[in-house]
């Protein structure tokens, strides 16, 4: 038994998953939650780790990517994952809960633990509150939907520039499903010899035309009860911009000029495509954060020539997000470069969805274990799930939450032999999912 003691602020996915891990192995917790006194209008039960939208802890199928961060989880004793499995409903290949059980169990098991204090409080200035209840550590987890007390202390103490309050997503599209035949390389006046980073996808009058009117027509997501959009105007939904008026995507993020095709001619627009990751496994449509409904995403995306047959790594949304912009406030440990008592964990820290909230709530446990019994913090494998997750919010320049995906790990070079074996994408995928099983089996003796 330690003499070590750590509060963790919010008891969702993360505070949940980083207070079991800490509390199992012989440290004194102080689980702080604000929701018995105060739920935000996403919650609507009392219980911990609640799940405010679907049900589903996605895949669980071992060569998926949501399937390898759920085999590093369990390494890690995760309690998410062990209720999801005792309070599991039919859903396929997908882990699906009972939602109320799910959040029932958990909190019992928490409230329950010799080694875990709960108590009801509103965070706001979580050193004084750490100080407060005799802890020398801090861990922050408290979410997308941080209570405005805690979210104004991080404001003034770690930065307003690097702190997000809403998330406005553009669509990812993998790269193996692009028609490359209608898309050219040219980065804006780069001469067309020049090495280019940017796959562009022209448009003309007509094809422009029906595209803006369709994003119009189009069926949009409200905001939430509890969401009030502000949009920064350099940050304008896509779908917003076609509601303004027929050419101002035009002369925004669709403007053709410096991108001339390469027989010199200016297409009428253009919808530039980003890499998402060095290998290029996956493309961002540039400037297309959007309201539009997934369902009219994939329709109305689907009329760029190229991407006819895309298949989309995920989809554009706005929502209300709190989140930070990791690379600069914290070091690989999710730990304050400013206050090295206070470390951050879940959603917060810029990864997206259940699990991978959960997952960060277990790899900042994990570091915060090490650095408690004066071990060195580990360096997870980029190859590993977790290890791509923190590699992505320590390395993206402009913070855009991601779940996990394919597209966060190295890439795979395929072999002659090895491209035969069946599409691509699919191959690639199973080869990258071998990988990432082999190298944390090498690695998890170091937990
Ligand atoms: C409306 C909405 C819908 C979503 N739908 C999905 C989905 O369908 N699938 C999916 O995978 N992900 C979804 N997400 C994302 C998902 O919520 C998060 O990924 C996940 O819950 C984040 O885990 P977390 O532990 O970081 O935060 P949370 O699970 O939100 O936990 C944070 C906890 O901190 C508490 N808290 C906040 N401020 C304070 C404070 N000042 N003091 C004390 N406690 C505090 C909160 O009450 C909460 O219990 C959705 C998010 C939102 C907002």
Redesign the pocket.
Known sequence: MTTARVLV????????DAAWFLASRGVSVVL????TLK??P??KIPH???????N???SLDPDSAHGLLKTEMRAMGSLILSVANETAVPAGDALAVDRELFSLAITEKLTTHPNIRVVA????DPLALMREFECQHVIV???????????QWMVENLGAEDIYFYDAIAPVVDADTLDYDKLYYKDRHKKPDERADYLNAPMNKEQYDAFIAAMVAAEKVPP?DFEDWKFFESCLPIDLMAERGPETARFSCMKPIGLELPDGTEPWAVVQLRKENLAGAAFNLVGFQTRLTYKEQVRIFRMIPGLEEASFIHLGSC???SFLNSRRLLNASMTSLKYPELSF?????G????????A??LYVAGQLWKRINNQAELVWPKETAIGALVNYVMTIEKPTPS?INFGLLPSVELTKEQRKMGPRKKVRKSFAAARAREVFEVFRDQL
């Not at 602020?9 to 949940?16: C, D, E, H, K, N």
């Not at 911990?48 to 679907?54: G, I, K, M, R, Y």
């Not at 964990?345 to 820290?349: C, F, H």
């Open positions: 602020i919010g008891a969702g996915l993360a505070g949940s702080a939650e604000v929701k739920k935000n996403a919650q911990f780790a609640e799940l405010v939208c679907t589903s802890l996605k409080v509103e965070a706001g987890a408290s979410g997308p939907l941080t209570t405005s007390p805690l979210e939430k929502h209300r997000n964990a879940g959603q917060i820290t990864v997206e969805g259940y699990t991978e909230s959960a960060m709530g779940n």
